[in-house]
């Protein structure tokens, strides 16, 4: 009994009576930042080459800072401008995370949110580069996660009670340099490893820039641009074209280690390489791609200039068998996808690609080849990083979106869009030209048509395009008083199909329904 007293008695002296090292504290915040820091910039560099955490503040940095001012600097500083600004906000950085854990016993909070309020400066940063991707969201929770994990192993041993005097302090001190030793020694090692992964990503990026194919980027039909500012681009740019897939970093390959596989219900099986791919008659072809999970009004759809090898020519090498209606795809990260044979082997241009508007396939977007199967969404088609095609039966077939209640066949549905007038936007009343695309991959538009506040279908002129596999814009002027107004569209197809007004939700094959825009007029 007289034990405990005792003891509960040391205990609250130590807390009260031991002069708290705040400095000790900060040290912890600067080690566990200085952790965090690299541990998200490696996850960044081995999940993709192209976004850094810490580069996307110091780019946001660069461009708030005003033009003179920023010429000032770098008349002073010279070509050193760039290391400057990344090393100047790595000190900021970590000059904010030793005094917000400076706070860790005081405010034992304050350290944390600091820290959060850190990250989401950098999620701010990193969505508003280009191209942000998901493996910059990932490489900033990971940050976020070694600085809890962190801060808490370092600030323990100077946080913990224990009896006062020099004994206690040299303790707490040595236990601390060594958990110091230890996170900085884990934090080096997966720095590495992520470095070292992220090489092999620039190698092949590297060996993608040196490729010299023979493609051409193909020439934009005449009359395609309607020449309405706001509506999309008959050719979708490769760095602004939609990203879908399921991995999490794309996958690198070597176009010298590339081979695909041709086999199942096949006379004899295939094998390519890269090399002989290139190496045969390239054809290129405009195809409109677009993804079936696409809302109405929605941009998960492009239009690019493809160059490839028809996938029929390889089909007809190795020999099908009778009986078989599929194609099994699988690419180098095992996603996969069912595609009708008769799509792969008839005259369309269905295309093992090798590039996109004139450039090798860019890594995300499934270099060194992929399919491009003008009609089909890409869920049941555009495989990237493709590596294996089994010759099959649709009753044979399990594919990851069909696994997962997504429709088997996955036809593209007739479809059309509004682009300006911008939804929410004001324009001047009087003549407005509303305008947009459509597309029926593979069929082809016939028309599209307007309708402005519930009066009469109006039909609006489409522009040029050089196949049926694109899509095409349209525009219409129409004239509005001042006021509120909505503006409808529905196109018909070539097969004298026009779009439902019924609305379907994009599971299992594909959403339908009218696009609209509503504007005011001034
Ligand atoms: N390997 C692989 N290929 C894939 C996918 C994927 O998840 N993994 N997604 C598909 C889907 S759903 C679509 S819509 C298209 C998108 O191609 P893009 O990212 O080049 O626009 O790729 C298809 N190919
Ligand atoms: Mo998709």
């Known amino acids: 009994m007289s034990t405990t007293t005792h003891r509960t008695g040391t205990s609250e002296s130590a807390t009260t009576a031991r002069p708290v090292s705040r400095g000790w504290l900060a ?20 999940l993709r080459s192209d976004t850094s955490p810490v580069g996307a503040v110091a780019a946001v940095v660069r461009d708030a800072t005003p033009g003179a001012l920023a010429e000032l600097l770098i008349g002073l500083v010279g070509s050193a401008d760039k290391p400057l600004l990344l090393g100047g906000t790595v000190v900021l950085l970590l000059a904010v995370c030793g005094y917000a854990a400076s706070w860790a016993r005081r405010a034992p909070l304050v350290p944390d949110l600091v820290f959060l309020a850190l990250a989401a400066v950098g999620f701010a940063a990193v969505m508003s580069r280009p191209a942000p991707g998901t493996a910059a969201a990932l490489a900033l929770v990971v940050g976020v996660m070694t600085w809890v994990v962190t801060l808490r192993l370092l600030t323990g041993p100077v946080l913990d009670d224990r009896p006062e005097g020099r004994s206690g302090e ?142 029929r020519e390889l089909l007809a090498e190795a020999g099908v068998r009778d009986g078989a209606d599929a194609v099994l795809q699988t690419s180098q990260d095992g996603w996969t996808c069912g595609t009708p044979l008769d799509a792969l082997t008839d005259d369309r241009d269905a295309l093992l690609a090798v590039a996109m508007n004139g450039k090798p396939l860019p890594v995300d977007h499934g270099f060194p080849v992929r399919m491009v199967v003008p009609g089909l969404y890409g869920y049941v088609s555009a495989t990237k990083w493709l590596v294996d095609l089994e010759v099959t039966r649709f009753d044979e077939v399990a594919a990851y979106w069909t696994e997962r209640g997504w429709s088997e066949r996955g036809p593209v549905k007739t479809m059309s869009r509004v682009d300006v007038p911008q939804g929410g936007s004001d324009v001047e009343a009087g003549s407005v030209v509303v305008g947009g695309v459509a597309w029926a991959q593979h069929t082809g538009i016939a028309k599209v048509e307007v309708q402005v506040d519930g009066g009469p279908w109006a039909e609006a002129t489409l522009g040029g395009s050089e196949n049926d596999d694109t899509w095409v814009q349209w525009r219409l002027r129409v004239d509005v008083e001042p006021g509120e107004h909505e503006a409808v569209v529905r196109a018909t197809d070539k097969s004298g199909y026009t779009q439902t007004a019924a609305r379907a939700d994009v599971v299992p094959d594909g959403a339908t329904g009218w696009d609209s825009t509503s504007f005011r007029a001034r």
């Open 170 to 311: 040299q303790e707490g001190r040595r236990r601390f340099l060594k958990r110091a030793g230890l996170v900085v020694g884990v934090v080096a090692v997966l720095t590495v490893a992520g470095r070292a992964a992220g090489g092999v990503r620039r190698g092949v990026e590297q060996s993608r820039r040196l490729l010299r194919l023979p493609v051409t980027p193909g020439e934009v039909p005449v009359r395609a641009e309607l020449g309405v500012e706001g509506i999309a681009p008959w050719r979708t740019p490769n760095e602004e074209f939609y990203l879908i897939h399921t991995a999490l970093a794309s996958p690198a390959i070597r176009p010298e280690d590339w081979s695909l596989r041709i086999h199942g219900m096949v006379d004899r099986e295939v094998r390519i390489t890269y090399q002989d791919l290139i190496e045969r008659r390239l054809t290129e072809a405009w195809v409109t791609l677009c993804c079936v999970s696409n809302p109405v009004g929605g941009d998960l759809v492009g239009n690019a200039h493809w160059s490839g090898v028809p996938v």
């Open 27 to 46: 040290a912890a915040g600067v080690v566990a930042g200085a952790g965090a820091v690299a541990l998200s910039e490696a996850t960044a560099w081995a």
